[in-house]
């Protein structure tokens, strides 16, 4: 299978490199990236991990058509407030009947619906488990392993920011100390406000509940209050309690629908939510018939991203055989 990618950031040259590293298993090529800063590279044959970048092509479109592939891999950076260019680059894929792979949530949490119901229309895959838990399997348990379960609701601490954040004021450090040394594991949205204001936890919200439930919600309609107000006195204060803060994401089915919320809450240290420390993350999914399960993922980083990516693309691969059947 040929690939586009549309961004190349670290997540995109992890992907690259273990795509070369299972090539002969699963062979994949890459025959064009496109990113705004470094330009634009195609070569049918294939692309090197660091590939001779040309002028940027004028539009995903033009890229697109140039790079000959089979699916598009998006990979840009998360907008949390529109999930603009992704979703139009999306788009310009499922029009030339690409199949669609992507780590970014914005398009899960702003159109969801719309991409499905488009894919579907073009006959083509639309897969993003990458997308909120940095590749831990969660969109494909439900989709491969969970019949006839019915979600009534998930909790979870999403957001490692907020917990570097949180974890170094506890430790007598700054709230500014603390986002530095989330940029510095290279884990921050936009610098950090989209993190600390709750809006990387809203997407990721979104983009579960919009997938698992049919929310067919945004960030914008969920209730959100970030950590940005506490302080490193308050942090130490609720640390001698035996207690520790997390912003954590809360959904549940409601008579009136699906109701989304983000919170920055003070749990007990013994808490479940609370145990996922620093980069790591966890998930708990409320359901009808198996109670309460749940996903952590241990300290990701980029490879655990592109492996989710991969994962996509080898059912992506699977969707493609079976379509030229």
């Not at 990113?35 to 590279?41: C, I, K, P, V, Y």
């Amino acid at each position: 299978m040929k690939l586009a990618l549309i961004g190349y950031g670290h997540a995109g040259r992890a992907l690259a490199r273990l795509l070369r590293r299972k090539r002969r298993e699963f062979p994949f090529l890459i025959t064009g990236i496109h990113t705004l800063r470094h330009g634009t590279a195609i070569d049918a044959r294939g692309l090197p991990e660091d590939p001779p970048f040309g002028p940027r092509a004028a539009s995903a479109g033009e890229f697109l058509d140039a790079a000959g592939a089979d699916a598009a891999v998006e990979l840009t950076t998360l907008e949390p407030y529109t999930g603009e260019p992704a979703i139009s680059h999306i788009r310009a894929a499922f029009a030339r009947r690409m199949h669609v792979a992507t780590a970014n949530k914005g398009p899960i949490a702003h159109a969801f619906a719309a991409l499905r119901a488009e894919a579907a229309g073009a006959g083509v895959g639309f897969r993003f488990e990458s997308s909120v838990m940095d590749g831990a399997p969660v969109f494909n348990v439900w989709r491969h392993g969970l019949p006839g379960l019915k979600l009534l609701g998930f909790t979870g601490a999403l957001n490692s920011t907020s917990k570097v954040v949180v974890e170094t004021m506890e430790r007598g450090g700054s709230f500014e100390d603390g986002l530095a040394a989330a940029r510095t594991l290279g884990i921050t949205e936009a610098g950090g406000a989209y993190d600390i204001e709750g809006w990387d936890s809203a997407a990721k919200i979104c983009a579960l509940a919009n997938v698992l439930m049919d929310a067919r919600a945004t960030p914008q309609q969920v209730s959100t209050r970030g950590i940005g107000r506490l302080t490193p006195e308050r942090s130490a204060e609720i640390a001698r309690q035996g207690k520790t803060v997390r912003l954590i994401a809360r959904a549940r089915r409601a008579p009136a629908g699906v109701s989304l919320r983000v919170r920055a809450e003070v749990l007990d240290r013994r808490d479940i939510l609370a145990c996922a420390p620093g980069t790591s993350n966890i998930i708990l999914f409320h359901t009808d018939l198996m109670g309460t399960f749940g996903t952590v993922s241990i300290d990701p980083g980029v490879e655990q991203t592109a492996y989710g990516v991969f994962s996509d693309l080898v059912e992506l691969a699977g969707h493609s055989a079976t379509r030229t059947l």
